[in-house]
Nanobody, 121 residues
Framework: QVQLLESGGGLVQTGGSLRLSCAAS????????MAWFRQAPGKEREFVGM????????EYTDDAKGHFTITRDGAYYSLALEMNNLRPEDTAVYYC??????????????WGRGTQVTVSS
C-alpha cells in the first residue's frame, strides 16, 4: 500500500504565496507519477499538474502554467506545489495523487486526504 500525506495549506491573502508538500510512504516503488488535484467548494475535483518521476517530466493545465510550479520536495517520492499570486478562486482542498502506470491518462490509484488552501480577498 501507498500512503500520501499533504502539508502546507493555510489561509493567505490575495496575491500571496503558499507551498504545499506531499510525501509518499509505504510501497512507493509502485508510483511512477505524482500529481496535484484540487476541489473547490461546490465543484468537481480538477487536475492541476503532475510529474513523471522518471525524467522529472512535468505537465500543467493551461490555468496553472505560470501560476503554479511543481517540483520534487527533496525525496524521490515527494512532490511540492509552489503557488504564487494566489486568487480567491484558488481556494480549494488540494490533493496529492500517485499513479502506478506510465500513462498520464490513466486514473490515479493513491490519494492523500488533502490540505485546505483558503485565499481571502
Amino acid at each position: 500500500q501507498v500512503q500520501l500525506l499533504e502539508s502546507g495549506g493555510g489561509l493567505v491573502q490575495t496575491g500571496g504565496s503558499l507551498r504545499l508538500s506531499c510525501a509518499a510512504s509505504g510501497r512507493t516503488i509502485d508510483i511512477l507519477r505524482m500529481a496535484w488535484f484540487r476541489q473547490a467548494p461546490g465543484k468537481e475535483r480538477e487536475f492541476v499538474g503532475m510529474m513523471f518521476l522518471v525524467g522529472d517530466i512535468i505537465e500543467y493545465t493551461d490555468d496553472a502554467k505560470g501560476h503554479f510550479t511543481i517540483t520534487r520536495d527533496g525525496a524521490y517520492y515527494s512532490l511540492a506545489l509552489e503557488m504564487n499570486n494566489l486568487r480567491p478562486e484558488d481556494t480549494a482542498v488540494y490533493y496529492c495523487a500517485g499513479g502506478s502506470s506510465g500513462s498520464a491518462r490513466d486514473p490515479y490509484g493513491y490519494w492523500g486526504r488533502g490540505t485546505q488552501v483558503t485565499v481571502s480577498s
